[in-house]
């Protein structure tokens, strides 16, 4: 069913940030996925910080491959460049949109089963070269295209809508990131927008891939007892291993956040990600101890989300092959075209 357009009709009173544009402007078409599904509470996250941060929509691409998580990209940011590419191949599309203009912001939506299973392959080449990008992992553990199949996100003994219990050893995105040197790592619920909404914002103005594994369970086919992708158990075993705020490098910005347990991450930019450590001792820029710590927690069944890693010194995909830093779509029409005096003296040459 194709989707349904939303009236462009905005109420005057509506606040705006300060590019003038009310959170409506941010969103998309009308959704056409299942009532309750956690893919729709991804788009309002996505649509609340995209507009916090005030990005400018027409320098934003949204890329997806297949999948319900493929469906996203149209319920947000209607006036942005997209592209639907097939299964698994999100990242290479997303590389080349990169190398083409290093100035446009990428959010890549995919799914557990476009990433863990078909994409792998592309995701790992994308984690190494560390383009800079938003990539969103809507994680719900099933193909609910094709009628709820465990997907290589699936926990072991996490049982199908049939009953069907899982046997083998899932893949976990933010140890597979971490295993490959990723630089920004977070873990969220679709459920608690509170959480999710910083980590967004703080993905906006991280150089490099910022990989976020949403748990966003499927109403149809993994929201039962016995799912480790449900709301239920989300909810019960959900361990916030970083409490997230998001400080724009701004004087007159103010914070509630406190001196005590604070761990100051500054990004390129300048822009500062400020997490509250809840578990003693843990430091989301110590990468083998936050593997460690993922590991445990995992088995000790619990869900840590949070900014789990993060690392801003490690050089970006553009910086590495030292592209120019003006893309050819903001070269001025008389360097582009000098005239044929100009090219009569090159060909001389």
């Given at each position: 069913m194709p989707s349904i357009a939303k009236p462009p009709i905005r109420h005057p009173a509506l606040p705006v940030n300060e590019l003038?544009?009310?959170?409506?402007?941010?969103?998309?078409?009308?959704?056409?996925?299942?009532?309750?599904?956690?893919?729709?509470?991804?788009?309002?996250?996505?649509?609340?910080?995209?507009?916090?941060?005030?990005?400018?929509?027409?320098?934003?691409?949204?890329?997806?491959?297949?999948?319900?998580s493929a469906k996203t990209t149209a319920y947000f940011l209607r006036g942005a460049h997209g592209f639907n590419g097939v299964h698994g191949r999100?990242?290479?599309?997303?590389?080349g949109v990169g190398a083409a203009n290093s100035d446009l912001l990428l959010i890549g939506i995919s799914g557990d089963g476009d990433s863990l299973s078909i994409g792998i392959g592309h995701l790992v080449h994308l984690i190494r070269r560390n383009l800079r990008m938003i990539y969103v992992i809507e994680n719900n553990g099933?193909?609910?295209?094709?009628?709820?199949?465990?997907s290589a996100s699936a926990d072991v003994g996490s049982t199908s809508s049939k009953g069907t219990p899982?046997?083998?050893?899932?893949?976990?995105?933010?140890l597979l990131g971490l295993s490959l040197g990723?630089?920004?790592l977070a873990r969220g619920f679709s459920g608690d927008k509170a959480q999710l909404v910083p980590i967004l914002k703080a993905a906006t103005a991280h150089r490099g891939l910022a990989l976020i594994d949403v748990i966003s369970p499927c109403v149809s086919f993994n929201d039962h007892?016995?799912?480790?992708?449900?709301?239920?158990?989300?909810?019960?075993?959900?361990?916030?291993?970083?409490?997230t705020d998001f400080v724009e490098p701004r004087p007159e910005l103010l914070t509630a956040i406190g001196p005590v347990g604070i761990t100051d991450l500054t990004l390129h930019d300048?822009?500062?990600?400020?997490?509250?450590?809840?578990?003693?001792?843990?430091?989301?820029?110590?990468?083998?101890?936050?593997?460690?710590?993922?590991?445990?927690?995992?088995?000790?069944g619990e869900v840590a989300t949070g900014i789990l890693y993060v690392d801003p010194s490690r050089p970006t995909l553009h910086e590495l092959l030292r592209v120019v830093p003006r893309p050819l779509a903001g070269l001025p029409y008389a360097d582009l075209c000098p005239g044929a005096a100009e090219l009569e003296r090159f060909g001389e040459s």
């Open positions: 003038g544009l009310a959170e409506r402007d941010y969103e998309g078409a009308m959704s056409t996925l299942c009532a309750g599904c956690g893919h729709d509470a991804v788009t309002a996250a996505i649509v609340r910080a995209l507009w916090e941060v005030a990005v400018p929509p027409h320098m934003v691409v949204k890329l997806s491959g297949i999948g319900c999100m990242a290479p599309l997303a590389t099933v193909y609910g295209l094709t009628k709820g199949q465990l899982g046997v083998i050893q899932p893949v976990d995105p933010m990723a630089t920004f007892e016995g799912s480790t992708k449900s709301y239920r158990f989300t909810r019960e075993h959900d361990v916030q291993v970083t409490t300048g822009t500062r990600v400020r997490a509250r450590a809840l578990p003693e001792g843990y430091d989301p820029g110590d990468r083998d101890a936050v593997g460690a710590y993922l590991r445990e927690a995992h088995d000790r």
